[in-house]
Nanobody
Framework: QVQLVESGGGLVQAGGSLKLACTAS????????MGWYRQAPGKQREMVAT???????NYADSVRGRFTISRDNAKNTVYLQMNGLKPEDTAVYYC???????????????WGQGTQVTVSS
C-alpha cells in the first residue's frame, strides 16, 4: 500500500506564495513522472506542472513563470512552489506519481488526496 501525503495548501492573498509538498510513504526506486494537477469547482482536472524522468519539465501556460516544480529524491517528495498567485489559481491541487518503488517490479500510478488552495482578491 502506498500513500501520497500532500501539505502546504491554504488561504493566501493575490500576489502571495505557497509551497505544496507531496511525500510518498515508500521509498521510490525510479521515476517515470511526477506532477501536480488542479481542479476548480465546476471544471475538469487540469495539468499544472509535470516532471518526467530525465528531468523534463512541463508547465501549463497559465502558470509558467510563476510556479516551479521540483523534487527531493532522498525525501521521496515532489514540491510545487507557487508565486504570484491569482484568484484564478484557486482549486484543489493533487499530486500524481508514476513510479517504481524499491523492492517492487510493479509500476504504480497514484494520486494524492488533494489540498485546497484559495487565493483571495
Amino acid at each position: 500500500q502506498v500513500q501520497l501525503v500532500e501539505s502546504g495548501g491554504g488561504l493566501v492573498q493575490a500576489g502571495g506564495s505557497l509551497k505544496l509538498a507531496c511525500t510518498a510513504s515508500r521509498s521510490i526506486f525510479s521515476i517515470n513522472a511526477m506532477g501536480w494537477y488542479r481542479q476548480a469547482p465546476g471544471k475538469q482536472r487540469e495539468m499544472v506542472a509535470t516532471m518526467a524522468s530525465g528531468s523534463t519539465i512541463n508547465y501549463a501556460d497559465s502558470v509558467r513563470g510563476r510556479f516551479t516544480i521540483s523534487r527531493d529524491n532522498a525525501k521521496n517528495t515532489v514540491y510545487l512552489q507557487m508565486n504570484g498567485l491569482k484568484p484564478e489559481d484557486t482549486a484543489v491541487y493533487y499530486c500524481r506519481t508514476d513510479v517504481y518503488y524499491s523492492g517492487s517490479t510493479d509500476r504504480r500510478i497514484d494520486w494524492g488526496q488533494g489540498t485546497q488552495v484559495t487565493v483571495s482578491s
